[in-house]
């Protein structure tokens, strides 16, 4: 059972583009959505992550929505730069399971100089 | 501060055959996770260990295994290779047991199963 969903599966940009990366999950318990960032040869790395208590959160260039009445979360990478060329996965996880993460299919961002 | 570590980063096997991976975890980490990444996709969760115990599984038949040693090391042994247990495994250390929180992963073992 896919219980966060993830689209889309691919994205190109331009160099200071907007890409929007969108999650959906099913699972009301869960209550941490991490977003990783992989690279090729690479394994995710923590990018940005959001407790369902706030409805946007922003570290830099990233930003997550958060619609708990919706159960959807997105990722916004503002400025975006051919160094964000990577794939981008959400997650979830729920309280005392923390680090048993719940994945997106990954979405792979491609972004032109 | 050492990152994650995981040996050995490629192997290939036989139908049938057994596997064991490794993995060290972050400087300071009591609690690893395993997960298994099929290509194009996204990570599995399969198990993690705290304090040497298996604490949460995920949808793995009983042939995936694991042991966690004293000084918070990690073994992933998988016995009855099939063909769709080629995958990339990936370790990941974190701190705080069952706690949310960063999961530091290692660059994965890939497995390729002939």
Known sequence: QQQVKQSPQSLIVQKGGIPIINCAYENTAFDYFPWYQQFPGKGPALLIAIRPDVSEKKE??????FNKS???FSLHIMDSQPGDSATYFCAASKGASGSRLTFGEGTQLTVNP | ETGVTQSPTHLIKTRGQQVTLRCSSQSGHNTVSWYQQALGQGPQFIFQYYREEENGRGNFPPRFSG?????????LNVNALELDDSALYLCASSFGGAGPGELFFGEGSRLTVL
Do not use: D, M
Not at chain 2, 67 to 75: A, G, T, V
């Open chain 2, 67 to 75: 042991l966690q040693f004293p000084n918070y090391s990690s073994e």
């Open chain 1, 60 to 65: 830099g260039r990233f930003t997550i929505s």
């Open chain 1, 70 to 72: 919706a159960k959807q």
